[in-house]
């Protein structure tokens, strides 16, 4: 099993925390998984802005912590460079900190929590990226809350669940779908289709996670190299229909499906294009 290199607790190194934290007790808290290739954080201004997003919607006050985590996250920067050459994921969670009262009541005196650890990590082959990998439908249907959609929130139930349905080592993710039957991601990423120059991707404002590679796509990439983009509901058939299909995530990057629950999809030119144009943002 791979251990982690280092994990810091508010800048201080160690693995523990009370047992009366919140992200602990309800999953009242936030994450990152910033991948470091070549002594750099890989968007890490997508990634902060994200987080701050996200303090913003749950309400956690986290002002007094910005000096000490840029501080952590150097530090980070610094081990995954020295101990992981090959590269690194550095993991930022932020938790509302330790409960107040008992039961779920916010008192407004508690004190934001951020646990920084990194991970040495094994990029994905590019024999990988060059041949897709093959996904499946997910039986699970994501609930759908708009006060927490997009979020990247602790309470990650419904993705351990839909990871369990499936042992085969030879499928990478599952398609998950919502109370309509609507595709909008699969467990760990984002999707997208390409049909002609146009690229289609669920939009997350009622469940799924916005994802820090998807919005790379959506405000820099596709337009790049003249793609046009639209964000809209997409069915199972649709996806089905599409000339090529891709999935994104901050680990992975853009990486193409060859087969869909059977179906067979070409990798067409212009997601090698968006693959490529993707290593050259932020490298």
């Not at 009242?28 to 996200?54: P, S």
């Not at 609930?143 to 990871?163: F, I, M, Q, S």
């Not at 039957?181 to 120059?197: P, Y």
């Not at 869909?260 to 070409?266: E, I, K, L, N």
């Amino acid at each position: 099993m791979t251990q982690p290199l280092a994990t810091w607790v508010d800048g201080e190194q160690r693995a523990s925390l009370p047992a009366t934290d919140r992200g602990l007790q309800y999953g009242d808290g936030l994450f990152e998984t910033i991948v470091c290739r070549t002594g750099k954080l890989r968007f890490l201004a997508l990634h902060r802005e994200r987080l701050q997003q996200g303090l913003d919607r749950l309400r956690i006050p986290f002002d007094a912590h910005a000096a000490g985590l840029t501080a952590d996250l150097e530090r980070a920067r610094q081990l995954a460079s020295a101990a992981a050459p090959a590269g690194a994921i550095v993991k930022l969670v932020v938790t509302r900190g330790d409960s107040q009262a008992r039961g779920y009541h916010v008192t407004g005196q508690e004190s934001a929590r951020r646990i920084v650890t990194v991970w040495p990590d094994t990029p994905l082959p590019d024999s990988t990226r060059t041949a897709g990998v093959a996904v499946r439908f997910g039986q699970l249907r994501l609930g759908e809350n708009p006060a927490l959609a997009g979020l990247k929130h602790l309470n990650r139930l419904e993705l351990v669940l839909a990871r369990m349905e499936w042992q085969d080592a030879g499928i990478f993710d599952a398609l998950l779908a919502d109370g309509n039957g609507d595709v909008v991601s699969g467990t760990m990423s984002n999707v997208f289709a390409l049909q002609g120059q146009t690229l289609l991707t669920p939009p997350v404002d009622r469940c799924g996670i916005a994802g820090v590679m998807r919005a790379v796509v959506l405000r820099e990439a596709a337009a790049a190299l003249g793609l046009t983009v639209s964000v809209a509901r997409m069915s199972r058939a649709a996806l089905l229909a599409a000339d090529s299909i891709f999935l994104t995530n901050a680990r992975i990057g853009i990486l193409p499906v060859r087969e869909v629950a059977q179906h067979r999809f070409a990798i067409m030119p212009a997601v090698v294009d968006l693959m490529r144009q993707v290593e050259r943002l932020d490298a």
